[in-house]
Nanobody, 117 residues
């Protein structure tokens, strides 16, 4: 069973940076893509970024040019580098993994990112 554990959330001032990490364990060989979603109260969870096994990446328009997703397969870890953070980036961020590009079946517990206005 694939398990995901996020870390790195916190509170940062507008314009600041954070790096989220996602440690993957169990069944990693079946994973094609890793991704990050975020969710705020009363809203649907939205895709922030995803990365395929071969390194192809995809970003939400709202974070393009500010966020960078990467993966270190030797460490079974995915990262989300978040720069130029703004209050609208405040959310719970979830790491996710899937066996294809479009469907994510495994989820972490989430980590809170807060940027005060």
């Amino acid at each position: 069973q694939v398990q995901l554990v996020e870390s790195g959330g916190g509170l940062v001032r507008p314009g600041g940076s954070l790096r989220l990490s996602c440690r993957v364990s169990g069944g990693i060989s079946a994973i094609y893509a890793l991704g990050w979603y975020r969710q705020t109260p009363g809203k649907q969870r939205e895709l922030v970024a995803r990365i395929a096994h071969a390194g192809t990446t995809d970003y939400a328009d709202a974070v393009k040019g500010r966020f960078t997703i990467s993966r270190d397969d030797a460490k079974n870890t995915a990262y989300l580098q978040m720069d130029s953070l703004q209050p609208e980036d405040t959310a719970v961020y979830f790491c996710t993994a899937g066996q294809n590009w479009f469907s994510f079946s495994y989820w972490g517990q989430g980590t809170q990112v807060t940027i005060p206005a």
